[in-house]
């Protein structure tokens, strides 16, 4: 059995090859990519922390979004983020 070199068979592979690739490049570039920051403490201030709101209003500031928060035996814990 002969084996043939086949240039349009080449040319078909090599492109939708290209195409796959510039595909998923474009989609994983179109997603944020985030960095995170977690904030706890008390609802009033402390000698040693200032108010969960305080902290909450200057992130927010700084760019930071909430992602999410939950309880930690009756002390707020807010993720924050923010794109990278």
């Known amino acids: 059995m002969t084996h043939k ?3 349009k068979s080449l040319l078909l592979g090599a492109v939708l ?3 796959i690739v510039l595909a ?3 989609t994983n570039a179109s ?4 960095q995170y920051h ?5 609802l009033s201030a ?3 922390l200032p ?3 305080q902290q909450l209003d200057q992130a927010a500031a700084n760019g930071w979004e909430v992602a999410a928060a939950c309880t ?4 707020p814990v807010v993720i924050l983020r923010q794109p990278r």
């Open 24 to 26: 998923v490049a474009a």
């Open 72 to 75: 930690d035996n009756g002390s």
């Open 46 to 48: 402390t000698t040693d």
């Open 5 to 7: 070199f086949d240039v």
């Open 38 to 42: 977690i904030i706890y403490g008390r």
């Open 51 to 53: 108010s969960i709101g």
């Open 31 to 34: 997603r944020p990519v985030w």
């Open 17 to 19: 090859g290209a195409i």
